[in-house]
């Protein structure tokens, strides 16, 4: 088993709750875009040679194991408040009852400890379990089945070699009928199709690589896929979307309209590691955790290689062909452009995303009776404050047409009764007028800080020279060993993101290998990057 395929199959082991049992935190987690692939995080090693992995195990397959169980994040379900690491008893409310997680140690009585290695398989590859009890679909033993065996065994070593702990289940508290294993024979017969993952040899390496990854131990079918009235995955419907316990997994196929394909592979790979792909999306609340936790760690081969089978993945859309049409009558001529530049931050209803970004529904700045501040926030982005992330500056890169259609759509969309009266000539106009730090533009290069403390604490530590050769592959890293030091300023969030990106744009606007249309693209990402670690940091603490 790979890092998914450990991550739920640890994570809802054994006898786990009902069709859809979610917990707490973690669960809605594996709903957005980056869940599939932060389950596939120690990947790198997914496909290399069969290694043996008996009881005691050698230690490299004890390392890989150790590996996958990280990526897979599988002791944040497998511990209790205060527990033993894996040692079960973490209750978990579900839509049928209450289950408490089992016990994945060694321990013979209490744990997984006399399990063979062909039980521990069995139970990923076909959902039965060391009893011969079938294993409520919960457990995505319907993706897992395509995990490797050896994959599978890694990960068994690994949770055999640590201190076996003696954790008794607690009882399962499910509702009748949930309660009856043998009711599970005929959802099984209908719906679960056993395989194990097998290359396509029409497609290239790095997309079989990445189709292992998101149709086997990603499971990300598991929540991006359509749901039917029992709760199986409905495979007509790959990828396309769905809803899980409240929260919308969006369309991960090639379409260029509702799924990623109007995402380039860089953006795609950029987002599942930082959460940030500038024009595109920044990740929040379940898909930013998950992206902390395992798929920042996840090797930039693997991202790519995930990206580049999402985008092989034939574009298809939820709505018929029927419906499509009729709406692409009576569409505004900015529906499209706002889908392609702006719904992945403020959704395509407009509502954003509650303290971090902007509602544009009933949004006032955005219904004033001229579309003049709209305008320049979409050239000139907006700067970290009040707590809401920074907006790029989108406009640097999109027509003076592309960006007033857009204006008139969300003047007009969702409720807003504001007159669309955005023209190009009048985006022309206010484009030289919009000189900002986030746009690269300013008349003397970059501003200076304005935060006295947060200036000398730049100047005196050395975050300039750390600065210096920053680029995209390596900003996360940099960014994560400047915060330490302009954090104990005791400035606020908005302080310390808007002063590194000061000091960051002499570096940005340096870069001879960026083009100058470029720039803002490289100061939005950026920004938003410090704002998601500066978060990431103020909620561990």
Known sequence: MHPAALMTSLRQWSDNAGPQMTRTGHTSRQILLGTCAALALGLASA?????????????QTIQRGQYLATAGDCVACHTAPNGKPFAGGLAMPTPFGEISTPNITADKETGIGNWSDDQFYRALHEG???????????FPFPWYTQVTREDALAIKAYLFSLPPEHAPRQPLKLAFPFDIREGLLAWRTLFFKPGTFAADPQHSDQINRGAYLVEGLGHCGECHNHRNIYGASDWSGRLEGGEVEGWYAPNITADGREGIGSWSEDQLASY????????KGIAVGPMRETIDDSLSHLSDQDLHA????????????????????AESAGMPAGAKVYLSYCASCHRPDGRGVTGTIPNLAGNGAVTAEGPENVIRVVLGGLEAAHGLAPMPAVGAGMSDVEIADAVNYVRTAWGNT????????RVADLRGASRTLLAGNLPGGCPSIANPKLAQAIDQSGVIGQLKGVVLANMLEKIDAILPKVKATGAGDDDIVNALTAAYCPVALADATVPAGGRAALLGNFSMLAYGQIKKSTQQN
């Not at 504001?418 to 000539?425: K, R, S, V």
């Open 128 to 138: 039965i379990d060391d009893q011969n009890k079938y294993l409520y679909p919960a």
């Open 47 to 59: 496909l290399q040679p069969a290694r043996s992995a008996d009881a005691a195990g050698d230690a």
């Open 418 to 425: 504001a007159a669309a009266n955005a023209g190009p000539g």
């Open 272 to 279: 599942l590691k930082t959460g940030v792909a500038p024009g």
């Open 306 to 325: 995930m990206a580049a089978y999402l985008k092989s993945v034939s574009g298809r859309t939820i709505h018929q062909a029927a419906d499509r049409q």
